[in-house]
């Protein structure tokens, strides 16, 4: 069956394109006009994907981003026109694992949309045949609560209890546990993770790197396992 992608968007031209562009890439494509609409399909029958506006009225983008993360880790891109950098921090913060500015082309969509499906059908983020990893790493040796990752099988668990992390926060936590202590650039996680540094921003990273520490780190303000290097990037650090 063709991936089934939700396309929310208010504006009826920009919809309507969009549409004809994402059936002919061969999407299965669902359409919901407001936020409320929108939840409300995503609770009737969840899609594989979603492309979000931001400014929908009475329930906007951000709040149907934060609605369907709580259950759901399913790729989401944003488009919109606000550009300003909290709008952007802002919607990746939501759950949002791309951010697309207005006016676009569509061909870009679609190019980001390819990228997230590879992301999720593939073992690795890197270019090429992936390198052999073990398929479970302890990063976290805590007495009471180890903190495994299980890359095969798509899973971290702290202690018995399983992480929730979107598609977006694992990939970026496998590559970091890839090569322990070293430093990998922006630059080098948006093109292992996202799949298309020349569209990348780099703030992109940034806002998943925090919403990764919030959930695997013991103090998220004072981060041991993914460590800041100033000037050159992150790297994991092994408990």
Do not use: N
Request: aromatic share 4%; proline share 7%; net charge negative.
């Amino acid at each position: 069956m063709p991936p089934r992608l939700l396309l929310v968007e208010d504006d009826d031209p920009i919809r309507t394109a969009l549409r004809w562009a994402l059936e002919d890439e061969g999407y299965e494509v669902a359409e919901a006009v407001s936020g409320e609409d929108a939840i409300a399909q995503v609770a009737l029958h969840t899609p594989d994907l979603m492309v979000v506006d931001l400014m929908l009225g009475p329930t906007d983008g951000f709040a149907v981003i934060r609605e369907v993360r709580r259950d759901h880790d399913l790729p989401i891109i944003v488009v919109s026109a606000r550009a300003d950098t909290h709008d952007v921090v802002a919607a990746l913060e939501a759950g949002a694992d791309d951010y697309v500015t207005k006016p676009f082309q569509v061909k870009e969509i679609t190019a980001r949309l390819r990228a997230l499906r590879r992301r999720a059908g593939s073992g690795s983020g890197a270019t090429g045949a992936p390198e052999p990893r073990p398929d479970e790493v302890v990063l976290d040796r805590h007495p009471e609560a180890p903190l495994v990752l299980r890359e095969m099988a798509g899973t971290v668990h702290r202690g018995a209890d399983q992480v929730p992390l979107t598609l977006t926060e694992f990939r970026l936590l496998c590559e970091l546990a890839a090569a322990p202590g070293r430093v990998f650039s922006r630059q080098a996680l948006l093109e292992r993770v996202w799949e298309h540094g020349f569209f990348g921003d780099e703030r992109i990273v940034d806002v998943h790197i925090r919403r990764l520490r919030t959930k695997i780190e013991h103090d998220p303000g004072a981060p041991r396992l993914v460590v800041t290097v100033r000037g050159l990037g992150y790297r994991l650090d092994p408990q």
